[in-house]
């Protein structure tokens, strides 16, 4: 990801001027983040190092998930429709 489409994302979820470490913040990045090793490991099935990491950030995200569904349902639920993500059980 480039430091264009960070900068985007971030612009798009933060909730005050300098916020750059929120909850949506994270849980946005981390999307592009996985959606993008998604498309990868389509076309490099082998590729079990980068398999590893992506299971890793679909933990995290999923974490911080739980944890904005625990403090703010109605922000989580705006969330994963914003970013077309299944709602965690």
Do not use: C, W
Request: glycine fraction near 6%.
């Amino acid at each position: 990801m480039d430091k264009q489409k960070k900068t985007e994302i971030i612009g798009k979820y933060k909730q005050s001027e300098h916020d750059t470490g929120s909850v949506q913040v994270q849980i946005a990045i981390l999307t592009e983040r996985i959606n993008h090793l998604t498309e990868h490991l389509k076309k490099n099935p082998k590729d079990n190092h980068s398999r590893r990491g992506l299971l890793m950030m679909v933990g995290k995200r999923k974490g911080f998930l739980q944890y904005l569904k625990d403090r703010d349902i109605e922000l989580y639920r705006n969330l994963i429709k914003d970013l077309g993500i299944r709602e965690i059980k």
